[in-house]
């Protein structure tokens, strides 16, 4: 059963920094582009960063940009968000999720619709 687990959200001041996992069973993530989303409540989900197959593309909204670091361990198979100068309006809910039906290596996309596996989710709260 092909399976994402997203521990690593919680509760953090402004400024601070949190590191979320995506952590897969049943598949290897590296093979794969992996996006990072967010949802807040009454908004839309959003593509926060993405990450190719190959390592070579990422992508990060701009709202996160300077601030956010995706990266793949392949051998633990496991993809980070790095979420670093935390502001309130970082709350949410962050998925992560796996386009498995991507061929090309050097891609990945914004796109929720481009995602076919998708993690439960886990709450990032930034408050003082």
């Known amino acids: 059963q092909l399976q994402l687990v997203e521990p690593g959200g919680g509760l953090v001041q402004p400024g601070g920094s949190l590191r979320l996992s995506c952590a897969a069973s049943g598949f290897t993530l590296g093979y794969y582009p992996i996006g990072w989303f967010r949802q807040a409540p009454g908004k839309e989900r959003e593509g926060v960063s993405c990450i190719s197959s190959s390592d070579n593309s990422t992508y990060y909204a701009d709202s996160v940009k300077g601030r956010f670091t995706i990266s793949r361990d392949f051998a633990k198979n496991t993809v980070y968000l790095q979420m670093n100068s935390l502001k309130p309006e970082d709350t949410a809910v962050y998925y992560c999720?796996?386009?498995?039906?991507?061929?090309?290596?050097?891609?990945?996309?914004?796109?929720?619709?481009?995602?076919?596996?998708w993690g439960q989710g886990t709450q990032v709260t930034i408050s003082s």
């Open positions: 999720a796996a386009d498995v039906s991507r061929t090309d290596h050097d891609m990945c996309f914004s796109s929720a619709y481009e995602y076919e596996y």
